[in-house]
């Protein structure tokens, strides 16, 4: 059954799903492997991953523990282009869509949606 509500268990559910796909899709997976590694079980994947839901977390309470350099890593990603960046919109949405109902799914995406094009915008794509 989908989730109604946000809570953190179901973020972090959301995130390992989302990232499980990430990893082995070829379009976007290759930049995170080239910053990460392929061991999603190491400590560098680990730390990204708990940053990663704290973020998210972040976003949906507005609390403010996420406190990190959202857009920096993003300009260090090399040849990323357009398609990279509706590639990880395309597989987020695929994964909210099959863990939270649509209303719920939506307003994740928004968010994204809004972050991506503000990326694209700073790195001029
Ligand atoms: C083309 C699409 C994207 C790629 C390839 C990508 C890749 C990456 C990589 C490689 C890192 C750094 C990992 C590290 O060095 O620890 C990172 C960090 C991060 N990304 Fe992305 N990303 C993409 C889009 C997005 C979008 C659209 C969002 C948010 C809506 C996002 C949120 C974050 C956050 C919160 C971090 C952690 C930054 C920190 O260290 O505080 N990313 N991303």
């Known amino acids: 059954m989908q989730e109604e509500k946000i809570t953190r268990e179901n973020i972090r559910k959301f995130v390992m799903q989302f990232y499980a796909k990430i990893i082995k899709d070829d379009i976007v997976g290759p930049f995170f492997i080239a910053k990460l590694g392929k061991d999603m079980k190491s400590d560098m994947w680990q730390e990204h991953l708990e940053v990663i839901v704290v973020f998210w977390t972040s976003l949906a309470f507005g609390n403010p523990r996420y406190t990190g350099q959202l857009f920096l890593p993003h300009t260090r990603l090399g040849d990323v282009k357009r398609e990279?960046?509706?590639q990880w919109?395309?597989?987020?949405?695929?994964?909210l869509d099959r863990i939270y109902v649509p209303?719920?799914?939506?307003?994740?995406k928004e968010r994204a949606a809004l972050i991506a094009g503000n990326f694209m915008r700073n790195l001029g794509l």
Do not use: Q, Y
Request: aromatic share 18%; charged share 25%; net charge neutral.
């Open 84 to 86: 990279t960046f509706e």
């Open 89 to 95: 919109l395309k597989l987020f949405g695929e994964t």
């Open 103 to 108: 209303k719920v799914s939506a307003l994740f």
